[in-house]
């Protein structure tokens, strides 16, 4: 197995997670985010997730909110990672056929007005 990459994320000096899978296809983030919409509303956003490529699952160890002032470190770890507090399940084909048939069937609905017959 190929060396896993992570990352130590602390926020306003306490320590969130030691992000990273031990597998050879993986993929970690740590995402910030600010949000204004048109209609006055926004957040700021600190995300910690990834996807586990060799289970075929979204994994997380922290999301939450923040506010201005925070302070965030990110140090680069190569090991000794903590488990995710979260991971999702992986989908069957037939669940997978399912959410497209929904979406199939409300695109249609919705572009009736522009369907040839």
């Given at each position: 197995?190929?060396?896993?990459?992570?990352?130590e994320?602390?926020?306003?000096?306490?320590?969130?997670?030691?992000?990273?899978?031990?597998?050879?296809?993986?993929?970690?983030?740590?995402?910030?985010?600010?949000?204004?919409?048109?209609?006055?509303?926004?957040?700021?956003?600190?995300?910690?997730?990834?996807?586990?490529?060799?289970?075929?699952?979204?994994?997380?160890?922290?999301?939450?909110?923040?506010?201005?002032?925070?302070?965030?470190?990110?140090?680069?770890?190569?090991?000794?990672?903590?488990?995710?507090?979260?991971?999702?399940?992986?989908f069957?084909?037939?669940?997978?056929?399912?959410?497209?048939?929904?979406?199939?069937?409300?695109?249609?609905?919705?572009?009736?007005?522009y369907?040839?017959?």
């Amino acid at each position: 197995m190929k060396k896993s990459y992570g990352f130590e994320v602390s926020l306003n000096g306490e320590k969130l997670a030691r992000a990273g899978i031990p597998r050879d296809n993986y993929a970690v983030s740590c995402i910030i985010d600010a949000v204004h919409r048109k209609d006055g509303s926004g957040s700021l956003h600190l995300h910690i997730g990834g996807l586990d490529s060799d289970a075929e699952q979204n994994v997380r160890w922290f999301g939450e909110q923040i506010k201005v002032g925070d302070k965030i470190s990110i140090e680069v770890i190569d090991g000794q990672f903590d488990e995710p507090t979260s991971t999702s399940k992986k989908f069957t084909e037939e669940e997978i056929r399912e959410q497209k048939m929904k979406h199939y069937l409300h695109l249609k609905e919705e572009l009736q007005d522009y369907l040839e017959d």
